[in-house]
C-alpha cells in the first residue's frame, strides 16, 4: 500500500509539471472505490464537464491523498486522487496506450496524468471545495501533517496522554498525525526505543520528544529516498526508488537487530504485523534507550545503475550506508 512518503514523492514528481495546464478531456474506466462524480446532484458527467477547459493550479498532499487544485471560468475545484491498495500516477506527455488496469485519464496541454490500479481501492473524486460533505469526511478526521511546523513535540505528548491503546496503534489510526503507516511506525518506534506494546499514555515527554524525532526522521528519509522500495513502487515519472531500503526492523522476524544482535521478533497487533527488537525497544529503559543523532535509519544499496534525471532533483539526497567492519564497527559512509 503507498504510503506517506510514496505519495509525497509521487507529488513531487509532476506537480511542478502539471501546474498551469489546462484539462482537455477526461476518460474514466472501471468503477474505482468511489466514482468520480460522488456526492454531485449531476454525477460523473457534471464532474466531467466542469473539469474540461479547468487549468490546473498546483498539487497539494494531506495525509495520503493527493488535492489537484482547478479554476475554471473563475470558479475553483479539487481532484482528490487516492492510491488505494495498489495505485500509481503517471503524469507525461506521450504515455503509451492504457492498459486494462488504468481506470482514470486527464488529459491536459502539459501531459496526461493517468491512474493504474490494478485492485481498484484508490480513487479519483470531484468536489468544488475540501468544505463539501464527500471532501470532509475524507479529510476532516486526519492528524496533523508530520513534516511539518504543525508537528510539534509537546503538542502530540498532549494527544498521546488522552489515549490508553499501545502506542503502535495509535499512530496508525492516523487522527493524532498522519501517514505513519505500518512499515514507518514499526522504524519510528524502533529508533526511539520504545516497545509497540506501550499505552500511548504511558510515554513520558522525553520518550514522546524521541518518538517525534524519529517519526519525522524515518518518513524524511523515505521521501528523500524517492519512496520505500520494500514494495514495488514508481513515481510519476515512472521512476523506481533510487535505493533497495532495507529496514532495521520491518520483515526481519527472526534475523539479528542491527544495532544488538538480538532476534527480532514479530507480533500481531489490530491484524497488522508488527516488529520489534525486546532489547532496543524496552519500556524499563528511559530516554537513554537510543540516541538518535548516532542512528542509521536504512542500510542502503543502490538498487538501479540506471541514470535518473529526474526533474525533481530533491527526490535523490544523501543515503547513508552502514559498513560493519570485522571488529564489529559500524563506520559511516554517505553516498549519493
Ligand atoms: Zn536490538
Redesign the pocket.
Known amino acids: 500500500m503507498p504510503e506517506l512518503p510514496e505519495v509525497e514523492v509521487t507529488r513531487l514528481s509532476f506537480a511542478s509539471r502539471i501546474a498551469n495546464a489546462q484539462v482537455r478531456e477526461i476518460h474514466v474506466g472501471k468503477p474505482l472505490r468511489w466514482p468520480l462524480g460522488v456526492g454531485l446532484a449531476g454525477g460523473a458527467a457534471e464532474a466531467v464537464n466542469a473539469l474540461e477547459g479547468a487549468q490546473v493550479q498546483g498539487v497539494r498532499r494531506r495525509g495520503k491523498y493527493l488535492l489537484v487544485d482547478l479554476v475554471s471560468s473563475a470558479r475553483p475545484s479539487l481532484l482528490i486522487i487516492h492510491l488505494g491498495m495498489s495505485g500509481s500516477l503517471r503524469f507525461d506527455k506521450n504515455l503509451p496506450p492504457a492498459g486494462k488496469h488504468d481506470h482514470f485519464s486527464m488529459q491536459t496541454t502539459h501531459g496526461e496524468l493517468r491512474l493504474h490500479d490494478p485492485r481498484r481501492f484508490g480513487a479519483v473524486i470531484f468536489a468544488y471545495s475540501e468544505n463539501e460533505s464527500w471532501p470532509r469526511k475524507l479529510l476532516a478526521g486526519l492528524g496533523v501533517e508530520p513534516l511539518t511546523d504543525d508537528f510539534r513535540p509537546d503538542a502530540f505528548h498532549i494527544a498521546l496522554r488522552a489515549r490508553s491503546a499501545p502506542i503502535k496503534q495509535v499512530l496508525l489510526a492516523g487522527d493524532i498525525v498522519v501517514g505513519v503507516g505500518n512499515i514507518y511506525a514499526s522504524e519510528a518506534l524502533f529508533l526511539a526505543g520504545i516497545r509497540p506494546t506501550l499505552a500511548a499514555n504511558k510515554l513520558s515527554k522525553p520518550r514522546t520528544a524521541k518518538l517525534h524525532a524519529a517519526i519525522v526522521r524515518v518518513l524524511q528519509a523515505a521521501v528523500n529516498l524517492g519512496g520505500s522500495t520494500l514494495r514495488d513502487f514508481s513515481s510519476a515519472a515512472g521512476e523506481g526508488g533510487y535505493f533497495q531500503l532495507q529496514a532495521n526492523v520491518y520483515g526481519r522476524e527472526g534475523q539479528a ?6 532476534q ?1 521478533k514479530m507480533i500481531r497487533q489490530g491484524q497488522r504485523s508488527t516488529f520489534y ?5 524496552n519500556n524499563l529503559r528511559t530516554t537513554d534507550a537510543i540516541e538518535l543523532q548516532n542512528q542509521t535509519l536504512f542500510n542502503c544499496t543502490v538498487a538501479s545503475t540506471s541514470t535518473n534525471t529526474s526533474s525533481e532533483g530533491s527526490m535523490r539526497e544523501t543515503c547513508t550506508t552502514v559498513l560493519t567492519t570485522p571488529s564489529g564497527q559500524n563506520k559511516m559512509r554517505t553516498r549519493l
Open positions: 537487530c542491527r544495532l544488538c544482535g538480538s527480532v527488537c525486546a532489547s532496543c525497544q
